[in-house]
């Protein structure tokens, strides 16, 4: 059974840089893609990167050239850096894994989930 867990969310001001983790549990994580979902209060769960196993990146448009993600495969964690954050940033991020190899943004295409970690980012 795969399982995953996120952290390093919290509060900021605008402007700051946070880093997220998300340690995943079990086999095959090496091939997996991994993606980064964020939900805030009110709205439906969006699309924020995506990194496949062999390193290729796929942004959301918000997120280009502030957010990069990034993968260990030898520790099993996938990141997310997050630059020159902005209020509109705020909300819950998910880290996601999807049993092939090509890059998604669609929810439904991801298999596992991991329950979340609040970004805050104060103006």
């Known amino acids: 059974q795969v399982q995953l867990g996120e952290s390093g969310g919290g509060l900021v001001q605008a402007g700051d840089s946070l880093r997220l983790s998300c340690a995943i549990s079990?086999?095959?994580?090496?091939?997996?893609?991994m993606g980064w979902f964020r939900q805030a209060p009110g709205k439906e769960r969006e699309f924020v990167a995506s990194?496949?196993?062999?390193?290729?990146?796929y942004y959301a448009g918000t997120v280009q050239g502030r957010f990069t993600i990034s993968r260990d495969n030898a520790k099993n964690t996938v990141y997310l850096q997050m630059n020159s954050l902005k209020p509109d940033d705020t909300a819950v991020y998910y880290c996601?894994?999807?049993?092939?190899?090509?890059?998604?943004?669609?929810?439904?295409?991801?298999?596992?989930w991991g329950q979340g970690t609040q970004v805050t980012v104060s103006s």
């Open positions: 996601a894994a999807r049993k092939y190899s090509s890059n998604s943004a669609l929810v439904g295409q991801y298999d596992y």
């Open positions: 079990g086999r095959g994580f090496s091939t997996y893609t």
């Open positions: 990194i496949n196993w062999y390193g290729v990146t």
